[in-house]
């Protein structure tokens, strides 16, 4: 199975400033027939289901804001929130969708400091 | 519009049965494989089970293999979890999702793809 840990747990950072979260695979998660990552990331506030914000690792999911943006190839992976706004406190996961088992990291909470 | 309506949870005891549904509409059902995906109270998400568009292939967590079975109808667009033997690890909430593009052939040996859609979410409660 493939591992997926997500760095850090949790961070705090102020408004309208860069907030960056790590995301690495124990394989790469590259397809080379088609020189896709299968790497995806969700948000997730209180009560909520996931919401797909990025996947192929880099393209943004229709309707989210151009300040998230994930990039990275292989097996380490980086959503960077270039300012961070108050709706944008959520947990955030990362996701290897390269085989089954899917797997997701633990997740990292976003906060306002 | 794109919905994904779950029903069936509950609380249940150690050892009995539970069956989750999911109703799909918005979209054509029987194109897009679909996910069951938990979380545990306070925890992040685990991947559950896929099953592919057309049903000819399913494919289980290793916590769930053997206990759970996942199945559709597309002829009325249905989604189903079939859990048995349930045990208190099994409490979360349970989210069906749908992947982003038709035709998914999500396995062991093959590339998935992301899901774009999720449902509301289900309760299940395994306690004596």
């Known amino acids: 199975d493939i591992v997926v840990t997500q760095s850090p747990d949790s961070l705090a950072v102020f408004l309208g400033e860069r907030a960056t979260i790590n995301c690495k695979s124990s394989?790469?998660?590259?397809?080379?027939?088609?020189?896709?990552?299968?790497l995806a990331w969700y948000q997730q506030k209180p009560g909520q289901p996931p919401k797909l914000l990025i996947y192929w690792a880099s393209t943004r999911e229709s309707g989210v804001p151009d300040r998230f943006r994930g990039s990275g190839s292989g097996t380490d992976f980086t959503l960077t929130i270039s300012s961070l706004q108050t709706e944008d406190v959520a947990v955030y996961y990362c996701?290897?969708?390269?085989?089954?088992?899917?797997?997701f990291g633990g997740g990292t909470r976003v906060e306002i400091k | 519009q794109v919905q994904l309506v779950q029903s069936g949870g509950g609380v249940v005891q150690p050892g009995r049965s539970l069956k989750l549904s999911c109703a799909a509409s918005?979209?054509?059902?029987?194109?897009?494989?679909m996910h069951w995906v938990r979380q545990a109270p306070g925890k992040g998400l685990e991947w559950v089970a896929v099953?592919?568009?057309?049903?000819?292939?399913?494919f289980y967590g290793d916590s769930v293999r053997g206990r759970f079975t996942v199945s559709r109808d597309n002829s009325k667009n249905m989604l189903y979890l079939q859990m048995n033997s349930l045990r208190g690890e099994d409490t979360a909430v349970y989210y069906c999702?749908?992947?982003?593009?038709?035709?998914?052939?999500?396995?062991?040996?093959?590339?998935?793809?992301?899901?774009?859609?999720w449902g509301q979410g289900t309760v299940v409660s395994v306690s004596s």
């Open positions: 996701q290897q969708y390269h085989s089954t088992p899917v797997t």
């Open positions: 999702a749908k992947e982003a593009t038709t035709l998914g052939y999500c396995s062991p040996t093959s590339g998935c793809l992301a899901t774009d859609y």
């Open positions: 394989q790469s998660v590259l397809y080379r027939s088609n020189n896709k990552n299968y």
């Open positions: 099953v592919w568009y057309d049903e000819t292939r399913k």
């Open positions: 918005g979209f054509s059902f029987s194109d897009y494989t």
